[in-house]
């Protein structure tokens, strides 16, 4: 099978049902109005399929789901998050591995139809997140451990650029650009034990400006 067959069967299984739904109740649905848009993150999926999950120039978005509300003008408040964690014991438990990553952001944005199907829409996103790693390693024979521990704050903002594909009323395809602009509070804290009891820590203050293609698919629903 080919790609392009492989992404056209995941696409169906995944919309079908979508597509099928909004075409219940069709006067009812041109009557109310649907304000809200939930999107979801469907790139991971649609790279599994296609065999390009250990691909490095996928770039991993960090937003899972979205959602959108509707106001005035085609304007929209948008917000999105994404959390992640990790736990492993490796060695039969000689080294202990702990990861959190949450990620949020909340923003504006303006949607511009260009033709009966695509939309342009720009806007500004506030971002913020944090991220916990700790490893610890023990050693069975003396029963010392080492700890390498690392926290970090990130907050920022920036602009977006997006494009979506309209499939029927409530359903849609979309993907966007953006650059953020995010300061970062970073603690780290490393032990080594014995023969040195005091750990080594230390806190930098930096920045990061990041700029992300878009290489993410989300799909919309409104509702």
Do not use: C
Not at 117 to 125: E, K, L, S, T
């Amino acid at each position: 099978m080919t790609k392009f067959m492989k992404l056209s069967v995941i696409l169906f299984f995944i919309l079908a049902p979508f597509l099928l739904l909004s075409q219940e109740n069709t006067d009812s649905i041109s009557i109310q109005k649907h304000r809200y848009e939930l999107g979801i993150n469907i790139t991971s999926t649609l790279s599994n399929f296609l065999g390009n999950n250990n691909n490095p120039s996928l770039l991993s978005d960090p937003y899972l789901l979205g959602l959108k509300y509707e106001m005035k003008n085609a304007s929209y408040l948008r917000t999105g998050f994404n959390v992640k964690v990790r736990k492993v014991s490796e060695n039969f438990g000689q080294r202990n591995i702990r990861e959190e990553d949450y990620r949020l952001r909340a923003g504006w944005e303006k949607r511009v139809k260009m033709s009966k199907r695509f939309y342009i829409n720009a806007g500004i996103d506030l971002v913020g997140g944090y991220n916990y790693s700790d490893v610890t390693t023990v050693d069975l024979i003396s029963g010392f451990s080492t700890q390498i521990l690392s926290k970090q704050l990130s907050y920022g903002g920036g602009p977006v650029l997006g494009l979506m594909i309209q499939l029927n009323k409530r359903i849609s395809l979309s993907t966007e650009a953006s650059l953020y602009y995010q300061n970062l509070q970073t603690y780290r804290l490393l032990f080594l034990g014995f023969p040195d009891p005091f750990p080594l820590e230390s806190t930098v203050f930096g920045y990061s400006l990041l700029p992300m293609i878009p290489s993410s698919l989300f799909i919309l629903i409104k509702f």
